[in-house]
């Protein structure tokens, strides 16, 4: 059964500077798709960047990148330049290539963000 | 485009007392599921449904029940609530190709079991 794990409860950041939030994650498949969603106060899941596996290539929306490390099984996030509408909870997560859909997640990471 | 949509928002219940989390979509999706929301546990899939009239367990099904019998419709019935359902569940759906796969997610629902 595949695993999703993100070892940082909380992390911090001073406003405009950059955070990077961890994830790794276990599986067996070679093919799959890995995600990040914000969750602030509102409740509501935001998609934030979608990864595919077999792209060698970093995906990358506007201030938010992620490092992608298939081999090490590890999906960070970078946040560049960050903004105090940036302040949520930050959950990675992992989707079989199957039609089936099933969404693993981590256990989330609560950014918070310094004026 | 409503998206997908999730009553009642808030519900508190007492244990033993039933009731239905309602879930609609009116972007066609094929994929529907469910979810709740613990602190420091992240989201765990109840249970989904790939199509009207096929679901199946996700990984906390116990004490849930499900059905589809449209497209667009996908509730989640408590049969006998019990304390351990108070939580958060979110109801989220996606079609099913590769290329579409990204999950829209309702708004929530909070529930209180007493």
């Known amino acids: 059964a595949q695993t999703v794990t993100q070892s940082q409860p909380e992390m911090s950041v001073q406003e405009a500077e950059t955070v990077t939030l961890s994830c790794t994650y276990d599986?067996?498949?070679?093919?799959?798709?890995l995600f990040w969603y914000k969750q602030p106060p509102s409740r509501q899941m935001i998609l934030v960047i979608r990864?595919?596996?077999?792209?060698?290539q970093n995906a990358t929306e506007n201030r938010f990148s992620v490092n992608f490390q298939k081999a090490a099984k590890s999906f960070s996030l970078k946040i560049s330049d960050s903004q105090l509408g940036d302040a949520a909870m930050y959950f990675c997560a992992y989707r079989s290539s199957g039609n089936t859909g099933k969404l693993i997640f981590g256990q989330g990471t609560t950014l918070q963000v310094k004026p | 485009n409503a998206g997908v949509t999730q009553t009642p928002k808030f519900q508190v219940l007492k244990t033993g007392q039933s009731m239905t989390l309602q879930c609609a979509q009116d972007m066609n999706h094929e994929y529907m599921s469910w979810y709740r929301q613990d602190p420091g546990m992240g989201l765990r899939l109840i249970h989904y449904s790939v199509g009207a009239g096929i679901t199946d367990q996700g990984e906390v099904p116990n004490g849930y029940n499900v059905s589809r019998s449209t497209t667009e419709d996908f509730p989640l019935r408590l049969l006998s609530a019990a304390p351990s359902q108070t939580s958060v569940y979110f109801c989220a759906s996606s079609y099913a190709r590769a290329g579409a796969n990204v999950l829209t997610f309702g708004a929530g629902s909070r529930l209180t079991v007493l």
């Open positions: 990864q595919e596996a077999y792209k060698q």
């Open positions: 599986t067996s498949e070679s093919d799959y798709y």
